[in-house]
Nanobody
Framework: QVQLVESGGGSVQAGGSLRLSCGTS????????MAWFRQAPEKEREGVAA???????AYADAVLGRFTIYRDNAKRTLYLQMNSLKPEDTATYYC????????????????????WGQGTQVTVSS
């Protein structure tokens, strides 16, 4: 299984940007479908963005046009570039992985993924 470690979270003002990183080890990133999820206090975990093995992407409507998911296979790292941040983006963000390919126009539900990081906190103030 692949091990995942998120980093890059922090506190920013509305309209600002952050780039989250998900470092991986123990597996070939190219063999996994990857995703970013987020969970606010007392709310359910929701899919934010997903990246397939060969590059197809899916985004939640709430982040479409503002967030970009991409990977650097040489660095074995998955990224989430977040621009034009809003207070409602405040949450703990998690990196997730699943062996094999996925085909979906929207990020799959959390139970599809069986590898998770510990999360990184993003706080956006107005």
């Amino acid at each position: 299984q692949v091990q995942l470690v998120e980093s890059g979270g922090g506190s920013v003002q509305a309209g600002g940007s952050l780039r989250l990183s998900c470092g991986t080890s123990g597996g070939d990133l190219r063999g996994y479908s990857m995703a970013w999820f987020r969970q606010a206090p007392e709310k359910e975990r929701e899919g934010v963005a997903a990246l397939g093995i060969l590059g197809p992407r899916a985004y939640a409507d709430a982040v479409l046009g503002r967030f970009t998911i991409y990977r650097d296979n040489a660095k074995r790292t998955l990224y989430l570039q977040m621009n034009s941040l809003k207070p409602e983006d405040t949450a703990t963000y998690y990196c997730a992985a699943r062996e094999g390919s996925l085909i979906s126009s929207r990020p799959p539900p959390p139970n599809v993924y069986n590898n998770w990081g510990q999360g990184t906190q993003v706080t956006v103030s107005s």
